[in-house]
Every structure is written in structure tokens, then in C-alpha cells.
């Protein structure tokens, strides 16, 4: 069974050394590895790319990825986003 992930799933790391954070996605490249940013450990800048069977997904938030492409959002911001989800859990 295969996730369809989009840019701005909020998801879930499920293996690696960052297990069980969460990250935004920020983009999906040609092989269909995910570009994922926490706002932390993975800023904007430097975003890790991630096999999507080791992800889970848990949200989508359209606010996220408008801030993320307008180049207006900080890392901070992103974070403190992510973490209302993080408490959801």
C-alpha cells in the first residue's frame, strides 16, 4: 500500500536516527524521495531528503507551504507550526 505524499504533508519519520519527528515536505524530486525540513536539525536551507516508505503521514497544511514558497517564513516559524502537531499526538 503506497502514501501518496504532496508538498506541505506534515509527516512522520517511522525509521532513522530521526525517528518519530516531525517534518514538513518541501518538495518530492524526480526518484520520489521527499525533501523534509523539521525547522531545527533540517532548516530551509538544508532540507534532508527521505525514502517516503519510511514516512508517515499525518496532517496537511496548506498555511505551511504557502509561507515555506513566499520565502517569508523563518525556520522558527516553521518549527513552532510543526509543534502543534507534534502535541496533537
Do not use: C, Q, W
Amino acid at each position: 500500500m503506497d502514501i501518496e505524499f504532496s508538498v506541505g504533508d506534515i509527516v512522520k519519520s517511522v525509521s532513522g536516527h530521526d525517528k518519530n519527528r516531525l517534518f514538513v515536505v518541501t518538495a518530492i524530486d524526480k526518484n520520489g524521495y521527499l525533501a523534509i525540513i523539521d525547522g531545527k536539525y533540517r532548516t530551509m536551507d538544508k532540507p534532508k531528503m527521505k525514502n517516503p516508505k519510511h514516512l508517515l503521514k499525518v496532517a496537511h497544511d496548506d498555511e505551511i507551504i504557502k509561507r515555506v514558497n513566499s520565502s517569508v517564513a523563518t525556520n522558527t516559524e516553521i518549527y513552532k507550526m510543526i509543534k502543534v502537531y507534534f502535541e496533537k499526538e
